[in-house]
């Protein structure tokens, strides 16, 4: 079975395909919001080392955010197009929770909290500890100020690109932007345990508060699982 992960959600672009009989491959582009002008041509890169096309992949596995809105729409745009013409099942996968799988290392006990800039000062982030070398979500989705994040010595900051320089001298932070890799092989693993997402339903989670909650002090929110 042959994965194809998307990933656009923060400043890079990159696609992956996994599978049981090729190769792990992943391309990255690092040049900062060009994910409409660059997803093609990783897609045919990948395409021609592989000797793949559309007809050998099986499944579509695409990051909805958090993360800048923009992006996340050429993502979701590019796999809803494909999904459309070659009927290839799709899945949504949550960023943070991509994210926080990319822990370097993962000790009993260590938070984990992958951060990924929201603007206006803020971050998107949420906390997940490790239990038996297994990483678990253990609070709601949120958007808040970095400082509000409580650190200890068994946490682990993950993140990279604009607003989250914040941590950046923190002991355990690791510069990380989110995988395509890791995109699809949860991806995989979602579309085994419940099937394809419904693609027409299929939209950004996008946290930002409005201008109006901002201008009435509604700074953090949080969100249990999804949009």
Known sequence: MLVLGVETSTESTSLAIIGDTQPVYEVISYTPFTHSERINILLENIFE??????????????????????????????????????????????????????????????????????????????????????????TDYSIILPEKIKIHNKTLIIGAGKGVEYFKNETLFRKRFPSSLTIAKLGLEKYLKSGADDVTLLEPFYMRITDAEEKFGETDKTYPTGG
């Open 49 to 138: 080392v592989l000797k793949v096309g559309f007809v050998d992949i099986d499944l579509m596995a695409v990051s909805i955010g958090p993360g800048y809105f923009t992006a996340l729409r050429v993502g979701l745009s590019f796999v809803k197009a494909i999904e459309f013409v070659h009927k290839i099942p799709v899945v949504g996968v949550n960023t943070l929770d991509a994210l926080a799988h990319e822990a370097p290392f993962c000790l009993d006990g260590l938070k984990v909290i992958p951060v990924i800039d929201a603007q206006k000062g803020q971050v998107y982030t949420a906390t997940y500890v490790c239990k038996n070398k297994k990483i678990e979500r253990v």
